[in-house]
């Protein structure tokens, strides 16, 4: 019988204590002892990336940490990337730049993407695939990842872009004081 140990970290800004096996990895601390199935398990050898969350703010492979290495540090995984409930600019990228398909690899890809961003707001492309470059994706071919990260960066103010101006009630087109330049339909 092997001894288990008592680990003890901040994930997601909530404080856990569990009882593991010293041998447990931190990808399954958080998927099988806490419930946190966004990040994912794939080749268990730091290739793919699918298992990157955050360690005190830095990107790690999660399969190849321990959960005890993890022990007293601040753990952020994919599900604590949303704003209140609502998707924040990167999330919000991808799903308009259709940065996913499988979805398999875009746990890491968000956690990775929102690395850089948080330390380079405005990153060009050749910095974005730099980073990116540790996170496999056999289906988008990178380019849909690339332009939701840039999307991201390009509307990081939350409001999907729109940057309200002091005139912003009135319509370049001919539309109301209003804002509303929704045409009636009639039939």
Request: proline letters at 4%; aromatic letters at 4%; glycine letters at 12%.
């Amino acid at each position: 019988m092997t001894a288990k140990m008592d680990v003890t970290m901040t994930v997601n800004g909530t404080e856990v204590t569990r009882e593991v096996e010293p041998r447990t990895l931190l990808v399954h601390f958080v998927r099988d002892h806490l419930g946190l199935t966004g990040t994912h398990w794939a080749c268990d050898t730091t290739n793919c990336g699918a298992c990157t969350v955050w360690v005190d703010s830095e990107p790690v492979k999660s399969c190849t940490v321990l959960a005890a290495m993890a022990g007293g540090h601040d753990v952020r995984t994919v599900e604590d990337l949303d704003t209140g409930g609502e998707l924040n600019p990167l999330q919000e990228g991808f799903m308009r730049e259709h940065g996913l398909q499988c979805g398999f690899c875009t746990p890491g890809m968000l956690m990775t993407g929102q690395a850089l961003l948080d330390r380079d707001p405005d990153p060009d492309e050749a910095t974005i695939r730099e980073a990116i470059s540790g996170n496999l994706c056999r289906c988008t071919g990178y380019e849909n990842i690339v332009r939701a990260v840039r999307w991201a960066a390009e509307n990081a103010n939350g409001d999907g872009g729109h940057d309200a101006g002091p005139d912003d009630g009135a319509d370049e087109s001919g539309g109301d004081e209003s804002g509303d330049d929704t045409a009636e339909v009639t039939a």
